[in-house]
């Protein structure tokens, strides 16, 4: 293991005030995302989004890595340069997911299990040739009103941390997110609680699994009000309580936390980012930055919808949301940056 090297990637990907474009959907949920925009579900469809995202001019000004998929590290630019040499001129790090997805977890109604350990090891072997530094591996935490149990928090953490140490033996960057959904009615306090607990678990088998913490990077959900809870708190108090957790959980050694946006408004994921960074930027040892998929991508989609006369415009919002979100991870995003 080339330690040096995974440090310097893993503080590459949180310098400069830059953040993550998370661009790695899989194919069912990128056709999801186009069917509701009565873009094509074929592959050519997604190779022309795909490339649109990453040869957008300016985009390497605010994002520092792009993640990508199975099918996506593979392609080519209309003129024939892979997507990863493309992502390289434009001084973006190229990663790559590699979990398998969320599947029913047996034993467990209502909770998910990450599967893809199985072959890991060589899967992770083949995509360092193909120019990947880093990658990513998502579980899924739901809240409801018994879960998440022990045995989903339990399992979902082993994993990660098993495949965050087969990533740094192959000199991959490995990004852990451990995502506690949205979806519900639960409060602020009861995510706060959840997120707590899973971090806990998760930082636990990470040590155990020996991984070195200053050569990974944690991406997390920030502590939300579920998406139906009657009470909304203001940006101030989901920082105030995202950073207290994350204070009581993460080791200083971690060089950065990129946050996922989970369903958010690609402005609220801004602005509570953005409050982040005002209150607590100068008093916590590891950058608040981001890895947003949605909340970057989403408005470009819109515009684009299959259309090739709208890529310029399309290029353009996501530029622009790239723009905001370094701007929040400097505490200096306003919402005089929207709407012009
Ligand atoms: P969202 O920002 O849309 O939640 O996606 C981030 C991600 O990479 C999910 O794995």
Not at 151 to 166: F, K, P
Request: with cysteine; charged share 25%; glycine share 8%.
């Amino acid at each position: 293991m080339n330690m040096p090297a995974l440090i310097e990637t893993a503080r590459a990907l949180v310098a400069d005030d830059k953040g993550i474009l998370a661009m790695d959907e899989s194919t069912p949920t990128c056709n999801k995302r186009f069917a509701k925009l009565g873009i094509p579900q074929a592959e050519e469809a997604r190779r022309c989004y795909r490339q649109l995202l990453l040869t957008a001019p300016g985009l390497g000004e605010s994002i520092s890595g792009a993640i990508l998929c199975d099918e996506t590290i593979r392609q080519r630019t209309d003129e024939g340069t892979p997507f990863v040499t493309a992502l390289d001129d434009a001084g973006i790090i190229p990663g790559i997911k590699v979990d398998a997805g969320a599947k029913d977890m047996a034993a467990h109604p209502g909770e998910k299990i990450a599967e893809g350990l199985d072959g890991l090891r060589d899967r992770l072997a083949a995509y360092v040739p193909l120019g990947a530094r880093f990658a990513k591996w998502r579980a899924v935490i739901a809240v409801g009103a018994e879960i998440p149990s022990r045995g989903c928090v339990e399992a979902n953490a082993l994993t990660l941390a098993r495949y965050a140490a087969l990533c740094q033996e192959a000199g991959l960057v490995p990004i852990v997110e451990p995502e506690v959904l949205m979806e519900g009615a639960h409060t602020l306090e009861r995510c706060r609680e959840v997120t707590e607990h899973v971090l806990r678990t998760v930082f636990s088998q990470l040590y155990t699994q020996r991984v070195k913490l200053e050569g990974m990077l944690l991406k997390c959900n920030m502590v939300l009000p579920g998406l139906t809870c009657p009470t909304q708190e203001p940006a101030e108090e989901v920082a105030d309580a995202t950073v207290k957790c994350l204070l009581r959980t993460v080791p200083a050694a971690v060089p950065g936390i990129t946050f996922l946006s989970g369903g958010q408004s690609a402005e609220l994921a801004s602005a509570r980012l953005n409050a982040m960074n005002v209150r607590f930027k100068s008093r916590v040892p590891w950058a608040l930055a981001f890895s947003f998929a949605r909340a970057i991508q989403q408005p470009a989609l819109e515009i684009w919808r299959g259309d090739a006369s709208k890529v310029v415009a399309a290029q353009q919002a996501l530029v622009h949301r790239a723009r905001c979100n370094r701007a929040a991870r400097r505490g200096e995003y306003t919402a005089s940056m929207e709407g012009g």
